[in-house]
């Protein structure tokens, strides 16, 4: 599988594959014995300590083939990766996996997940508590450990298990062209107060409802901007680069705030709480499927870092590379699963 990756942007993930390869080329001078490699039928891991240098492979049980696992994800890019990463993963784990990626937003998201639609998919601790738990700006955790142990605790009131998160965050940020910061002088989110009025904002179409979108501008910054207008969340960089929107609430893990060069203003009031992503599973579910669960979401989440996801949704976003190639080649490269 190709790992190429946008000129723009060094890539982590081709650099540990390069360096598998070596290994593995280097490897083929010694002898082939049986503690060479370790293999299993039926899509499970194989692997070699060269191929999987920062990451153990994920060994295949085939009494996990008698759980079957729908895994959900919200609907764009980012989620559907790792909805595809958590999917392949325990695939390799020997579960039987179906996929309904690309369900909507959170609150859709979580009613197919309570529902039983899914048993499983990704969320961010910081939608979780705006979104789901009420949690006021002011009473915000800004320590990820303490924003995920709250999160937990609301989800296991709803029946839900919060899986350990991953080291990246995928923030809500505020960004504007570097052309917009120079004209009014942005640095940070307060600095709109004087021109938001002749400024149009776009966001997700739930924006309007998030105390970390729109309402969040307006409650606790006291923004008042000329219009608001919702767009697909696939959209929120091209509008700013076409012109359409002054304003524009992107992500931090968005691969087009390096390319296109936006500047992100500083949250100085503090809307926006930490966002690592944990796997919310339903509890009945979580029990039947075992300790091979947790286990396996754990290593692969290993290397989601801010980095490496970023350079995930570039594939996906900039390469036009499909969420499941995108997810095969991160388990790949890491050793998680055997290289096809």
């Known amino acids: 599988m190709s790992l190429t990756l946008p000129r723009t942007l060094r890539s982590p993930l081709l650099l ?48 996990n083939a008698k759980v079957t696992l729908t895994i959900g994800s919200k609907n764009f890019t980012e989620q559907k990766v790792l ?39 990704p969320e961010y601790t910081g939608t979780a508590l705006l979104s789901f738990f009420g949690v006021k700006t002011k009473d915000l955790p800004t320590d990820p450990g303490k924003a995920f142990e709250e999160t937990k605790a609301g989800f296991a009131k709803e029946g839900l298990v919060a899986l350990p998160p991953t080291p990246f965050t995928s923030s809500n940020e505020v960004a504007v062209t570097q052309e917009t910061a120079k004209k009014y002088g942005l640095q940070k989110i307060s600095d709109l107060s004087k021109v938001a009025g002749q400024l149009t904002l776009y966001g997700s179409p739930e924006c309007r409802q998030r105390l970390d979108c729109l309402l969040g501008l307006e409650q606790t910054y006291g923004l008042k901007f000329k219009k608001f207008t919702p767009v697909d969340v696939s959209q929120r960089s091209s509008v700013l680069t076409g012109g359409q929107a002054d304003v524009s609430i992107v992500f931090t893990t968005d691969p087009q705030n390096a390319r296109d060069k936006f500047v992100l203003l500083k949250d100085d009031k503090g809307i926006f709480p930490p966002y690592n992503s944990t796997l919310v599973v339903r509890k009945a ?30 594939r996906v976003d900039l390469d036009k590379k499909t969420p499941e190639e995108a997810a095969a080649a991160y388990l790949q490269s890491f050793g998680f699963v055997p290289k096809s």
């Open 285 to 314: 579910v979580a029990e039947k499927a075992g300790p091979d669960l947790e286990k396996t979401i754990e290593a692969v989440n290993a290397q989601l870092t801010n980095q490496n996801v970023q350079e995930l949704n570039a």
């Open 16 to 63: 540990a594959l390069l360096a598998c390869l070596a290994l593995v080329l280097a490897a083929c001078g010694g002898d082939d014995g049986d503690d060479a490699t370790t293999s299993t039928a039926g899509g499970g891991a194989s692997s070699t300590a060269a191929e999987a240098p920062q990451g153990q492979a994920i060994q295949r049980n085939a009494d």
């Open 83 to 121: 909805g595809e990463v958590y999917a392949q993963a325990l695939q390799a784990a020997g579960y039987t996996v179906k996929k309904q990626l690309n369900l909507g937003d959170e609150q859709t998201a979580l009613k197919a997940v309570k529902g039983g639609q899914v048993d499983a998919y």
